[in-house]
């Protein structure tokens, strides 16, 4: 039963509730129309104390498609944040006015205090360099509709492996599939945090290959995972500007790749994609951010327990 419940953590819903989700978001894909009106009445709250344009657009227009409506507010300076409200007061405050609530925050954990002070569903639309586990639905659902599985794949994962969220709830949530190999790309400083590489990938026996040269792997992949060296995370400008163009795929890398091979990438893009590989076949980026308004209507009506 999802109904009633949280997601703040991509662990959080069992193998079965996730295929529960992908299925009605393939439904809702089929015919849109059926769904239009399935969330009549109800209303979301979109609580950004950070930079966003896809998470929060994209919960906004899920819940217009689905026939609610959408309050909010999209920087902490203009929520009563700025004055030191609590993250527990402003949600238990939120609570009377909408029925469900996307929450990103630059502090890890954040949304969980907001859940664990809540009697609506709340959704960790990202918690700092932590977790971000509806663009993890938004993954799993891209690849698997265009992959065909979710199982059998060697992913190479590349950039900013350190900080971003994205990254670390992608391979929690793809642990639990079978036969799934990482290769992680990333420069020294930006390694994957020793949680996810102890708690996640050792303990649960999975194959990973820490590397720094993306040329040097690019052939064996299924997909590769392109992201942004995570600019707001650094306490140094001078580290951020060393970094930021690690990476470059463009037209040469290419090359190597296999001709199935998939692009994806969170987005916001910086420089780590060329603007050439846009019309790749293989670029899938875009067609992933189209997923994860889908993934997240299906998200919020079940959430929610409404149906046509
Ligand atoms: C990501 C995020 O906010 O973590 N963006 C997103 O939600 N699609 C990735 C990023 O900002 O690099």
Do not use: W
């Not at 529960?20 to 809702?28: C, K, L, R, V």
């Not at 040097?216 to 140094?236: A, C, H, P, S, W």
């Not at 590989?277 to 994860?292: E, I, M, N, V």
């Amino acid at each position: 039963m999802l109904k009633g419940r949280n997601l703040i953590d991509p662990m959080d819903f069992s193998l079965v509730e996730l295929e529960e989700i992908f299925n009605y978001a393939d439904e809702i894909i089929e015919n849109p129309k059926d769904f239009s009106h399935v969330c009549d009445g109800k209303i979301l709250a979109t609580l950004f104390y950070e930079p966003s344009t896809r998470t929060r657009l994209s919960f906004e227009a899920a819940m217009l498609r689905l026939g609610g409506q959408v309050l909010g507010f999209s920087e902490a300076q203009s929520s009563s944040a700025a004055k030191g409200e609590s993250v527990a007061d402003t949600i238990r405050t939120v609570e009377c006015y909408a029925d469900i609530a996307a929450i990103r925050h630059p502090k890890e954990g954040a949304p969980k205090v907001a859940a664990m002070n809540s009697k609506m569903p709340v959704i960790n639309a990202g918690d700092g360099g932590h977790q971000h586990p509806t663009q993890t639905l938004t993954d799993l659902l891209t690849i698997r509709n265009i992959k065909g599985r979710l199982s059998n794949l060697t992913i190479g994962i590349c950039g900013d492996l350190k900080f971003g969220r994205t990254v670390h709830s992608l391979i929690k949530a793809m642990s639990r599939y079978e036969n799934i190999k990482f290769i992680l790309i990333a420069p020294n400083e930006l390694t994957i945090p020793k949680y996810i590489k102890v708690e996640v990938l050792e303990k649960n026996n999975i194959e990973f290959l820490e590397v720094e040269k993306l040329e040097d792997v690019i052939g064996g992949l299924d997909i590769l995972y392109m992201t942004r060296v995570q600019k707001e995370r650094f306490f140094n400008e001078e580290d951020y500007i060393r970094l930021k163009d690690s990476y470059m795929l463009d037209k040469e890398k290419m090359v190597k790749a296999k001709k199935d091979m998939i692009i994806l990438h969170p987005l916001p893009r910086v420089n780590e994609i060329a603007v050439e590989l846009d019309t790749d076949p293989r670029a899938c980026y875009f067609r992933q951010a189209k997923y994860g308004m889908y993934v997240r209507m299906a998200l919020i009506a079940k959430l929610l327990g409404v149906d046509k």
